[in-house]
């Protein structure tokens, strides 16, 4: 077929039609919209710690911000120093006292969204490797989370 402007002329272009997509390259990928935030989750994991008198510690997303803005403010090694320690840390720690003693327990809550695309990264999984850990998608699994916590008793 002969594209329209070039009737009469002596090589006119040829209109090539629309190809079949090749079945060898891959169909692109769907995501799946959370349906809450990690922030919103965030929020409900500190309430519900609140909630049962737990203290809990986290560190603000805006200092994972300032480290990957690179301050000039701040040495390069110190921000390196503190992205080692930072980074991979669970979303939430919670803390527990535990009575009669000057021992501390330890609960650690990494928050994920529901959607499939959230998964553990490789520094998450590096520094969860050997220790007891919860993982959270949603407000019921993060209230059970920290209610287990809670209610567990160690005996000396």
């Not at 594209?3 to 002329?9: E, F, R, T």
């Not at 060898?24 to 769907?30: T, W």
């Not at 989750?41 to 203290?55: H, M, S, T, V, Y």
């Not at 919860?134 to 209610?151: L, S």
């Amino acid at each position: 077929m002969i594209h329209p402007k070039d009737v009469g002329l002596a090589f006119p272009r040829n209109i090539k039609g629309k190809k079949a997509p090749s079945p060898l390259r891959s169909k692109p990928k769907k995501y799946k919209k959370a349906s809450e935030s990690e922030e919103m989750l965030q929020n409900k994991a500190e309430e519900a710690c609140i909630k049962r008198n737990l203290d809990y510690d986290h560190t603000p997303q805006i200092v994972y911000e300032w480290l990957l803005s690179g301050s000039e403010y701040c040495p390069p090694e110190i921000i390196s120093y503190i992205k080692k320690l930072l980074w991979g840390r669970p979303d939430l720690e919670l803390i527990k006292k535990i009575e009669g003693t000057d021992f501390m327990l330890l609960g650690l809550l990494e928050l994920k969204t529901d959607s499939p695309q959230s998964k553990l990264r490789a520094t998450q999984k590096r520094f969860l490797k050997g220790k007891n850990f919860g993982i959270a998608r949603d407000k019921a699994e993060i209230t059970q989370f920290v209610e287990d916590f809670n209610n567990f008793e160690v005996e000396l």
